[in-house]
């Protein structure tokens, strides 16, 4: 299975694109340029923490916060890794996350499915606490055999979500969110069941530039296909290298996936997907990704 990816993500701003890219946890970057001397600023009140150094003329607050900044979004978005980011929403701030997907499938058939708008709406209420939106993604199917050319297509489950940001440090942070996806008429691509997602996120920064992320989480679906029932664990490790020595701009990743459905024990799946991401504006970011199945569980 191969799969290449596109993805614009926008702060506040909703963006429609056209784009190439597969499927969707961001690692926690320090950059050095996020280091801020301010007075009296409330902006993030609840979520940074700050250093007080008292003088006769002045007082100045020593403030660190890798979720914020003019390079943040590179540590906030969840995609285009297929783990979630430490870091959550500002209060009072909507980020909107789109994309295209396209993923090759081969074996005795050859199968294309092409997945998209990808749209996740994430909305900060504040005391560290985001909400997500998962509206329904349009598939098609294409399948080539024998000489012939078949294709279906259908809506996948629509789905609401939270996050949590516990805690952070200079070098660390942790987090847990959870999401819930509700049924679907759409018999190719949706299930009947209503599914429930939970997981665990921790990131910590080696180095001025280079993070690990590790997220490990519990999935209860319904697939598509007769709506079965799965359960599985998916631990997830993403390494994050913010090129500062280039631009603050620019950010590469690298990713290992793997789950494995306990209710029916078919083995370990792996899979593993690098890409690039780069900061148009302090609010528009563009990445592109491809991933590779490395076993044959689907």
Known sequence: MYMIRLLIDASMIPLLTMAFTVLPAQAFTYNTHQKIIAMNDTSNTGNIKTHRHNSKDKQDISTFDSCAGPYALLNILDRPTISDSVCAVKKDKILTELGYDYQIETGNDFNTLETLPQIE??????????????????????????????????????GLGAKYEFEYGKKWGIATDTAVTFPSDTTDFGSNGTGVIVNGIFA???????????????????????????????????????????????????????????????????????????????????????????????
């Open 121 to 158: 709406i994430r909305y900060g209420t504040g005391h560290n606490v985001e909400l997500k939106l998962f509206p329904p993604n349009y598939k098609l199917q294409t399948t080539y055999t024998a000489g012939k050319t078949s294709r279906i297509f259908g809506y996948s489950n629509a």
């Open 204 to 298: 910590y920064n080696i180095s001025a530039d280079i993070s690990v992320g590790i997220q490990i989480g519990l999935f209860h679906l319904f697939s598509p296909v007769y709506s079965i029932q799965q359960t599985s664990v998916n631990p997830i490790i993403v390494v994050t290298d913010q090129l500062n020595q280039i631009t603050d701009r620019l950010q590469m990743y690298a990713e290992c996936y793997n789950t494995k459905d306990i209710m029916h024990d078919k083995g370990i799946m792996s899979f593993i997907d690098a890409g690039v991401q780069y900061l148009l504006s302090q609010d528009i970011e563009i990445d592109l990704e491809g991933g590779h199945n490395l076993t044959d569980i689907p």
